[in-house]
Protein backbone atom coordinates (compact mmCIF):
# COMPACT_ATOMS: atom_id res chain seq x y z
CA UNK A 1 0.00 0.00 0.00
CA UNK A 2 2.93 3.00 0.88
CA UNK A 3 4.82 1.46 -2.05
CA UNK A 4 1.75 2.24 -4.23
CA UNK A 5 1.26 5.44 -2.57
CA UNK A 6 4.95 6.51 -3.14
CA UNK A 7 4.65 5.26 -6.96
CA UNK A 8 1.23 7.21 -7.17
CA UNK A 9 3.26 10.08 -5.98
CA UNK A 10 6.01 9.67 -8.14
CA UNK A 11 4.04 9.39 -11.07
CA UNK A 12 1.70 12.71 -10.29
CA UNK A 13 4.53 14.41 -9.86
CA UNK A 14 6.03 13.38 -13.27
CA UNK A 15 2.29 13.85 -14.73
CA UNK A 16 2.14 17.15 -13.49
CA UNK A 17 5.48 18.34 -14.72
CA UNK A 18 4.92 16.94 -18.27
CA UNK A 19 1.27 18.32 -17.98
CA UNK A 20 3.54 22.15 -17.05
CA UNK A 21 5.41 21.09 -20.32
CA UNK A 22 2.52 20.06 -22.58
CA UNK A 23 0.63 23.16 -21.42
CA UNK A 24 3.85 25.66 -22.04
CA UNK A 25 3.87 24.07 -25.17
CA UNK A 26 0.16 24.29 -26.10
CA UNK A 27 -1.64 27.06 -28.61
CA UNK A 28 -2.11 27.38 -32.01
CA UNK A 29 -0.54 28.20 -34.91
CA UNK A 30 -2.39 31.72 -34.76
CA UNK A 31 -0.78 32.87 -31.38
CA UNK A 32 -4.18 31.57 -29.38
CA UNK A 33 -4.36 30.25 -26.24
CA UNK A 34 -6.10 27.29 -25.78
CA UNK A 35 -5.64 25.12 -22.87
CA UNK A 36 -3.85 22.04 -23.84
CA UNK A 37 -3.28 18.73 -22.47
CA UNK A 38 -2.91 18.40 -19.03
CA UNK A 39 -3.53 15.32 -16.96
CA UNK A 40 -6.05 17.41 -14.81
CA UNK A 41 -8.48 17.20 -17.48
CA UNK A 42 -10.83 14.16 -18.01
CA UNK A 43 -10.06 12.62 -22.14
CA UNK A 44 -13.57 11.66 -22.52
CA UNK A 45 -17.32 13.10 -22.32
CA UNK A 46 -17.91 15.17 -19.02
CA UNK A 47 -21.53 16.69 -20.16
CA UNK A 48 -24.44 15.65 -21.99
CA UNK A 49 -25.98 18.96 -23.18
CA UNK A 50 -28.84 17.51 -25.36
CA UNK A 51 -30.62 14.22 -26.28
CA UNK A 52 -33.39 14.14 -29.11
CA UNK A 53 -33.55 10.95 -31.10
CA UNK A 54 -35.60 10.62 -34.11
CA UNK A 55 -38.10 7.82 -33.26
CA UNK A 56 -36.46 3.85 -33.93
CA UNK A 57 -36.95 0.95 -32.98
CA UNK A 58 -34.20 1.52 -30.18
CA UNK A 59 -35.93 4.97 -29.01
CA UNK A 60 -37.17 5.13 -25.31
CA UNK A 61 -35.33 1.71 -24.62
CA UNK A 62 -31.25 3.44 -25.31
CA UNK A 63 -31.36 5.42 -22.73
CA UNK A 64 -35.16 3.48 -21.14
CA UNK A 65 -38.27 6.22 -20.44
CA UNK A 66 -39.87 6.29 -17.79
CA UNK A 67 -42.78 8.34 -17.23
CA UNK A 68 -41.97 11.57 -15.34
CA UNK A 69 -38.56 11.61 -17.49
CA UNK A 70 -37.80 15.10 -18.55
CA UNK A 71 -35.32 16.63 -20.86
CA UNK A 72 -33.17 17.40 -17.57
CA UNK A 73 -33.30 13.41 -16.39
CA UNK A 74 -32.78 11.73 -19.57
CA UNK A 75 -29.80 13.69 -20.28
CA UNK A 76 -28.27 12.53 -16.98
CA UNK A 77 -29.11 9.18 -18.00
CA UNK A 78 -27.61 9.33 -20.91
CA UNK A 79 -24.25 10.72 -19.07
CA UNK A 80 -24.66 7.91 -16.71
CA UNK A 81 -24.75 5.74 -19.82
CA UNK A 82 -21.50 6.92 -22.44
CA UNK A 83 -20.03 9.82 -19.44
CA UNK A 84 -17.09 9.26 -18.36
CA UNK A 85 -15.95 6.41 -19.93
CA UNK A 86 -18.65 4.25 -18.70
CA UNK A 87 -18.83 2.83 -22.44
CA UNK A 88 -22.67 2.37 -22.29
CA UNK A 89 -24.45 2.70 -25.62
CA UNK A 90 -27.09 4.95 -26.72
CA UNK A 91 -29.43 5.50 -30.11
CA UNK A 92 -30.56 8.32 -32.27
CA UNK A 93 -32.95 6.97 -33.92
CA UNK A 94 -34.01 7.75 -37.47
CA UNK A 95 -32.54 10.45 -39.87
CA UNK A 96 -31.65 13.33 -37.53
CA UNK A 97 -32.08 12.44 -34.26
CA UNK A 98 -29.01 13.88 -32.17
CA UNK A 99 -26.96 14.17 -28.89
CA UNK A 100 -24.48 16.86 -28.15
CA UNK A 101 -22.12 16.52 -25.34
CA UNK A 102 -19.31 18.48 -23.91
CA UNK A 103 -15.97 18.17 -22.08
CA UNK A 104 -13.99 19.98 -19.15
CA UNK A 105 -11.86 21.09 -21.61
CA UNK A 106 -11.51 22.35 -25.32
CA UNK A 107 -10.37 19.14 -27.45
CA UNK A 108 -7.20 20.79 -28.77
CA UNK A 109 -6.97 20.51 -32.46
CA UNK A 110 -3.47 19.28 -33.38
CA UNK A 111 -2.17 20.55 -36.94
CA UNK A 112 -2.06 17.46 -38.80
CA UNK A 113 -3.62 14.73 -36.24
CA UNK A 114 -6.66 13.05 -35.66
CA UNK A 115 -7.88 14.64 -32.62
CA UNK A 116 -10.57 12.44 -31.26
CA UNK A 117 -12.46 9.50 -31.74
CA UNK A 118 -15.86 8.52 -31.76
CA UNK A 119 -16.97 5.19 -30.17
CA UNK A 120 -20.16 2.97 -31.45
CA UNK A 121 -21.19 -0.32 -32.13
CA UNK A 122 -20.23 -0.51 -36.03
CA UNK A 123 -18.99 -3.92 -37.13
CA UNK A 124 -18.26 -5.47 -40.67
CA UNK A 125 -19.53 -8.92 -41.17
CA UNK A 126 -17.98 -11.98 -42.46
CA UNK A 127 -21.16 -13.41 -43.82
CA UNK A 128 -21.81 -11.06 -46.63
CA UNK A 129 -23.51 -13.44 -49.49
CA UNK A 130 -20.83 -10.46 -52.00
CA UNK A 131 -18.19 -12.23 -52.55
CA UNK A 132 -16.30 -9.34 -53.91
CA UNK A 133 -17.50 -6.36 -51.94
CA UNK A 134 -16.22 -2.76 -52.66
CA UNK A 135 -15.71 -1.94 -48.99
CA UNK A 136 -16.42 -3.45 -45.67
CA UNK A 137 -19.83 -3.98 -44.61
CA UNK A 138 -21.78 -5.10 -42.15
CA UNK A 139 -23.94 -2.84 -39.75
CA UNK A 140 -22.11 0.80 -40.17
CA UNK A 141 -24.96 2.92 -38.99
CA UNK A 142 -23.17 6.47 -40.20
CA UNK A 143 -23.71 9.34 -38.28
CA UNK A 144 -22.75 13.35 -39.22
CA UNK A 145 -20.90 14.70 -36.50
CA UNK A 146 -20.57 18.37 -36.01
CA UNK A 147 -18.33 20.23 -33.95
CA UNK A 148 -18.53 23.63 -31.93
CA UNK A 149 -15.82 26.09 -30.69
CA UNK A 150 -17.15 27.68 -27.50
CA UNK A 151 -15.35 31.47 -29.25
CA UNK A 152 -17.97 33.91 -27.06
CA UNK A 153 -16.78 31.34 -24.01
CA UNK A 154 -20.23 31.39 -22.63
CA UNK A 155 -20.04 27.96 -21.91
CA UNK A 156 -22.78 27.03 -24.29
CA UNK A 157 -22.70 26.32 -28.50
CA UNK A 158 -24.05 28.54 -29.92
CA UNK A 159 -26.14 28.61 -33.27
CA UNK A 160 -23.05 30.04 -35.21
CA UNK A 161 -20.30 28.12 -33.40
CA UNK A 162 -21.30 24.88 -35.00
CA UNK A 163 -19.46 23.21 -38.28
CA UNK A 164 -19.61 19.96 -40.02
CA UNK A 165 -16.85 17.66 -40.12
CA UNK A 166 -16.99 17.07 -43.57
CA UNK A 167 -16.51 13.34 -44.12
CA UNK A 168 -15.94 11.60 -47.28
CA UNK A 169 -19.92 11.85 -48.66
CA UNK A 170 -19.85 15.05 -47.87
CA UNK A 171 -18.96 15.95 -51.95
CA UNK A 172 -21.32 12.95 -52.77
CA UNK A 173 -23.90 14.64 -55.49
CA UNK A 174 -26.41 11.97 -53.85
CA UNK A 175 -26.02 13.79 -50.32
CA UNK A 176 -28.92 16.18 -49.62
CA UNK A 177 -27.97 19.17 -48.49
CA UNK A 178 -30.55 21.12 -45.75
CA UNK A 179 -32.89 17.88 -45.21
CA UNK A 180 -35.25 18.47 -42.92
CA UNK A 181 -37.80 15.83 -42.12
CA UNK A 182 -40.63 16.15 -39.80
CA UNK A 183 -41.89 12.89 -37.75
CA UNK A 184 -45.55 12.54 -36.66
CA UNK A 185 -46.40 10.91 -32.98
CA UNK A 186 -48.05 8.10 -33.63
CA UNK A 187 -51.11 7.57 -31.78
CA UNK A 188 -50.23 4.02 -29.94
CA UNK A 189 -53.49 2.32 -29.55
CA UNK A 190 -54.57 2.67 -33.44
CA UNK A 191 -55.57 -0.75 -35.15
CA UNK A 192 -52.52 -0.89 -37.70
CA UNK A 193 -53.75 -1.93 -41.41
CA UNK A 194 -53.48 -5.49 -41.36
CA UNK A 195 -50.72 -7.81 -42.26
CA UNK A 196 -49.87 -11.34 -42.46
CA UNK A 197 -49.61 -13.83 -40.08
CA UNK A 198 -46.19 -13.70 -38.37
CA UNK A 199 -44.69 -10.82 -40.91
CA UNK A 200 -41.87 -9.02 -40.20
CA UNK A 201 -43.32 -5.41 -40.24
CA UNK A 202 -46.54 -5.35 -37.74
CA UNK A 203 -47.09 -1.62 -38.25
CA UNK A 204 -46.14 -0.40 -41.80
CA UNK A 205 -47.91 2.77 -41.14
CA UNK A 206 -46.51 3.55 -37.51
CA UNK A 207 -44.93 7.08 -37.50
CA UNK A 208 -45.68 9.12 -40.70
CA UNK A 209 -43.24 11.67 -41.69
CA UNK A 210 -42.83 14.23 -44.59
CA UNK A 211 -39.75 15.95 -45.89
CA UNK A 212 -38.59 19.70 -47.66
CA UNK A 213 -38.25 17.35 -51.04
CA UNK A 214 -42.33 16.74 -51.26
CA UNK A 215 -41.68 13.18 -50.08
CA UNK A 216 -43.52 10.98 -47.09
CA UNK A 217 -43.60 7.61 -45.99
CA UNK A 218 -43.63 5.88 -42.77
CA UNK A 219 -41.05 4.60 -39.58
CA UNK A 220 -42.24 1.02 -39.52
CA UNK A 221 -42.69 -0.84 -35.99
CA UNK A 222 -41.20 -4.58 -36.65
CA UNK A 223 -42.08 -7.53 -34.74
CA UNK A 224 -38.76 -7.56 -32.57
CA UNK A 225 -39.61 -4.01 -31.00
CA UNK A 226 -42.92 -3.89 -30.67
CA UNK A 227 -43.22 -3.08 -27.19
CA UNK A 228 -42.00 0.52 -27.01
CA UNK A 229 -43.31 3.41 -28.33
CA UNK A 230 -40.98 4.68 -31.10
CA UNK A 231 -41.48 8.24 -30.53
CA UNK A 232 -39.36 9.66 -28.02
CA UNK A 233 -41.68 10.38 -25.16
CA UNK A 234 -39.85 13.13 -22.98
CA UNK A 235 -40.43 15.45 -26.46
CA UNK A 236 -43.47 17.71 -26.08
CA UNK A 237 -45.57 18.39 -28.64
CA UNK A 238 -47.34 16.58 -32.14
CA UNK A 239 -44.59 16.48 -34.42
CA UNK A 240 -40.63 16.56 -34.30
CA UNK A 241 -38.60 18.32 -36.84
CA UNK A 242 -35.14 17.22 -37.87
CA UNK A 243 -32.46 19.24 -40.34
CA UNK A 244 -29.12 18.50 -41.77
CA UNK A 245 -27.52 16.83 -44.87
CA UNK A 246 -28.92 13.27 -45.65
CA UNK A 247 -26.18 10.95 -46.88
CA UNK A 248 -27.34 8.15 -49.55
CA UNK A 249 -28.53 4.89 -48.08
CA UNK A 250 -26.08 2.62 -47.20
CA UNK A 251 -27.94 -1.01 -46.99
CA UNK A 252 -28.34 -3.44 -49.72
CA UNK A 253 -30.34 -6.67 -49.39
CA UNK A 254 -26.67 -8.99 -50.53
CA UNK A 255 -28.65 -11.91 -49.85
CA UNK A 256 -31.69 -11.24 -52.65
CA UNK A 257 -28.91 -10.15 -55.12
CA UNK A 258 -27.18 -13.53 -54.42
CA UNK A 259 -30.15 -15.52 -54.16
CA UNK A 260 -29.70 -16.54 -50.30
CA UNK A 261 -32.74 -14.89 -49.04
CA UNK A 262 -32.66 -11.19 -47.77
CA UNK A 263 -29.19 -10.44 -46.16
CA UNK A 264 -28.97 -6.68 -45.58
CA UNK A 265 -25.22 -5.10 -45.34
CA UNK A 266 -25.11 -1.68 -44.19
CA UNK A 267 -21.85 -0.70 -45.99
CA UNK A 268 -18.99 1.56 -44.49
CA UNK A 269 -18.29 5.01 -45.96
CA UNK A 270 -14.84 5.76 -46.10
CA UNK A 271 -14.16 8.42 -43.73
CA UNK A 272 -15.51 11.04 -41.51
CA UNK A 273 -19.01 9.27 -39.48
CA UNK A 274 -19.73 8.18 -36.63
CA UNK A 275 -20.85 4.55 -36.05
CA UNK A 276 -19.32 4.00 -39.49
CA UNK A 277 -15.86 1.98 -38.73
CA UNK A 278 -14.82 -0.14 -36.29
CA UNK A 279 -13.85 1.38 -32.81
CA UNK A 280 -10.44 0.45 -33.35
CA UNK A 281 -9.50 1.71 -36.51
CA UNK A 282 -8.37 4.87 -37.70
CA UNK A 283 -11.93 5.24 -39.34
CA UNK A 284 -13.32 6.38 -36.04
CA UNK A 285 -11.01 8.99 -35.22
CA UNK A 286 -11.94 12.35 -36.32
CA UNK A 287 -9.93 15.53 -37.47
CA UNK A 288 -11.12 19.34 -36.75
CA UNK A 289 -9.53 20.72 -40.13
CA UNK A 290 -12.55 18.67 -41.52
CA UNK A 291 -14.71 21.39 -40.43
CA UNK A 292 -16.77 23.38 -42.57
CA UNK A 293 -18.91 26.05 -42.93
CA UNK A 294 -22.90 26.30 -44.37
CA UNK A 295 -20.86 27.16 -47.68
CA UNK A 296 -18.81 23.88 -47.50
CA UNK A 297 -15.91 26.52 -47.45
CA UNK A 298 -13.14 25.21 -44.45
CA UNK A 299 -12.67 26.54 -40.74
CA UNK A 300 -9.86 26.71 -38.90
CA UNK A 301 -10.64 26.03 -35.50
CA UNK A 302 -8.16 25.86 -32.47
CA UNK A 303 -9.92 22.93 -30.76
CA UNK A 304 -13.92 21.66 -30.01
CA UNK A 305 -15.78 22.44 -26.74
CA UNK A 306 -19.23 20.26 -28.19
CA UNK A 307 -19.61 17.42 -30.41
CA UNK A 308 -23.15 16.78 -32.26
CA UNK A 309 -23.76 13.93 -33.71
CA UNK A 310 -26.92 12.99 -35.49
CA UNK A 311 -28.11 9.74 -37.61
CA UNK A 312 -27.31 10.79 -41.49
CA UNK A 313 -29.17 8.18 -42.86
CA UNK A 314 -33.12 7.69 -43.74
CA UNK A 315 -33.69 3.87 -44.16
CA UNK A 316 -35.24 0.65 -43.15
CA UNK A 317 -33.07 -2.96 -44.10
CA UNK A 318 -35.71 -5.92 -43.21
CA UNK A 319 -35.00 -7.81 -39.85
CA UNK A 320 -32.25 -5.23 -39.20
CA UNK A 321 -34.93 -2.23 -39.08
CA UNK A 322 -34.70 1.04 -39.00
CA UNK A 323 -30.90 2.63 -39.52
CA UNK A 324 -29.72 4.80 -36.47
CA UNK A 325 -26.07 5.43 -35.61
CA UNK A 326 -25.15 4.59 -31.82
CA UNK A 327 -22.76 6.67 -29.78
CA UNK A 328 -21.23 5.02 -27.00
CA UNK A 329 -18.57 7.95 -25.75
CA UNK A 330 -15.74 10.32 -27.48
CA UNK A 331 -12.03 10.41 -26.51
CA UNK A 332 -9.79 13.15 -26.63
CA UNK A 333 -6.86 11.65 -28.21
CA UNK A 334 -4.49 13.70 -27.35
CA UNK A 335 -4.90 13.76 -23.79
CA UNK A 336 -4.60 9.92 -24.08
CA UNK A 337 -1.66 10.64 -26.02
CA UNK A 338 -2.73 8.09 -28.83
CA1 LIG B 1 -6.27 18.04 -36.06
CA1 LIG C 1 -20.65 29.74 -26.98
CA1 LIG D 1 -24.95 1.05 -34.80
Given at each position: MKRKNVTSLLALSWAVACG?????????????????PSDLYSPYVTKVLD????????????????????????NKKVLDIIGNNKGGMVSLGSFGGYI???????IENVS??????????A???????NPNPSREGGNCE??????????????????????????????????????????????ENKTPPEVEEGALVIDPEYIHWVDNRGNDGYIVKNMYHKDNSYFPQWIEGEELTLKG???????VDEGTAFGKGSYWV???????????????????????????DKNGDPVTLPGVDFIKVYTGVLQTCGAVGDTSTEVCGVEDLHLLKK
Open positions: VILVACSGNDRGEDIPGFCPAPGQFTNTMPTWQEGDTQETIVVGFDHTGQRDFRLLGNFYSNQNPPGIVMVAYDKNKNGKPDDDEWYELAGSEYSNETTLKNYEITYFRPDNLLPPNGLYAYDWGYADNHLNAEEGSTFDIDWAV
